[in-house]
């Protein structure tokens, strides 16, 4: 195991949030069995102050949570320079078996930590607590991804070796043997495009829609564009955006499709892949909150939060599909410039 401050931060930060899940764990089952809203006894009112407390350590303990994503794969690009072979991200996550997995499952569990943050806000926003209930039972739902998260984390730093040799992007991407080789250089690259432009159109069409009218079917037609969306973004990154990328601020070979590398400019790929999540979350979100309208004291607040969800999921798909648009246009200027002379 390589030890420096970015590992074992994040395995610190890792135990924290592990143990305030389970602490509001426990105290969200005892809320769960003896909540009474309502009632005037001494241990209603010790409960609904605990409620704030949990509600609190949790708010953060989840932010915490979904920013680790962006710093495990800062930590994975900057152990890229201590392990043989590796070139950025790509080497390191390659490193061993648990890498990918744990990146893929941060990704994945970012919407569900999302979700909870989402109903918590609106239960805090009226005044009868209509989603006690629900949000310690999706707590309780959450500790075991929590502590799956934690465990691929650790395992996956623990596992990295100095003297282990992996295979750099530029060769793994290359060869079908690979699963994301097999992807970048199987999946027709003009199909995938094709689908990234038609998905991304339908989305924003969906999310400006949603703007202006509040029904339910749309509402769950955004969720479910914007997870669309999202998903063949990733797939557009490894097929064909990716290299208009590289070749752009790094000069590298037009077949070189890995979508870490644009990491390497933090300026402008963390910004990018920032855009990209806020809108898929935020899409997402705005068809999960859209059953909670059957709550009559949410009804409003449940509108107020779609429209600015939709808001942030149109600036951040908007944004992603601008910046992609932008470096196509100067590679192609680029590539034309070079012919012409």
């Avoid at 769960?32 to 708010?59: C, H, I, N």
């Avoid at 691929?152 to 295979?167: D, K």
């Amino acid at each position: 195991m390589i030890l420096n401050f970015w590992i074992i931060s994040q395995i610190i930060g890792v135990a924290i949030v592990l143990l305030l899940s389970i602490y509001a764990a426990v105290q969200g089952v005892r809320i769960l069995l003896r909540w009474r809203y309502g009632s005037a006894s001494e241990e209603q009112l010790e409960l609904e102050k605990r409620t704030y407390l949990v509600s609190t350590l949790m708010q953060y303990a989840l932010a915490f949570q979904m920013l680790s994503l962006l710093l495990f794969v800062a930590t994975a690009d900057y152990l890229a320079s201590f392990i043989r072979g590796a070139m950025c991200a790509f080497g390191s996550l390659n490193a061993n078996s648990y890498g990918f997995t744990t990146l893929w499952v941060k990704i994945l569990t970012i919407f569900f930590y999302a979700s909870w943050l989402a109903v918590n806000y609106l239960d805090s926003k009226a005044e009868d607590y209509p989603l006690v209930r629900q949000k310690y039972a999706l707590l309780l739902l959450l500790l075991p991804i929590l502590i799956v998260d934690a465990y691929l984390e650790v395992r996956y730093f623990a596992a990295i070796s100095p003297n282990v040799i992996t295979s750099c992007c530029g060769s793994a991407l290359r060869s079908v043997e690979n699963p994301y080789g097999f992807v970048a250089l199987r999946f027709p690259a003009r199909l995938a495009m094709l689908i990234f432009f038609a998905s991304y159109a339908l989305a924003l069409l969906l999310l400006y829609a949603k703007l202006h009218r509040e029904r339910r079917s749309l509402a769950l037609a955004c969720g479910v564009m914007s997870l669309a969306a999202f998903a063949v973004s990733i797939l557009a990154m490894f097929t064909f955006l990716s290299p208009y990328f590289n070749v752009v601020l790094f000069g590298l070979p037009t077949q070189h499709r890995c979508p870490f590398e644009v990491l390497r400019e933090p300026a402008v790929g963390y910004p990018l892949y920032a855009l990209l999540f806020a809108g898929g979350i935020a899409g997402v979100l705005v068809a999960v909150v859209e059953p909670l309208r059957a709550k009559p004291s949410l009804r409003d607040n449940v509108s107020a939060l779609q429209r600015q969800l939709a808001k942030l999921a149109l600036i951040g798909f908007g944004g992603f599909l601008a910046v992609s648009l932008v470096f196509m246009l100067i590679f192609y200027t680029m590539v034309g410039t070079i012919f012409y002379h």
